[in-house]
């Protein structure tokens, strides 16, 4: 059977699988796609930074820090 007896036959759509095909490569939406994907990486990043931070080891180093630099000072 030939492309042409297939169409008119109802076996196959070419035009709907070419608007599927010309839907599916627009890229329309991508850069908001990117921005959401980079924000919930940056929120992320700053979740962990909190609970690091949070803990009594970071704590004591960076009291050491500021005593260290406040020694130095006067």
């Given amino acids: 059977m030939t492309h042409d007896a297939r169409v008119t036959a109802g076996t196959a759509h070419p035009p709907r699988r070419a608007g599927v095909l010309a839907r599916l490569i627009r890229d329309e939406g991508a850069a908001t796609a990117e921005y959401v994907i980079t924000t919930l990486a940056a ?24 005593k260290t630099a406040l020694s130095f000072a006067g």
């Fill in 43 to 66: 929120v992320s990043l700053a979740g962990l930074l909190v609970a690091l931070l949070r803990g009594d080891a970071v704590k004591d180093i960076l009291m050491g820090l500021v």
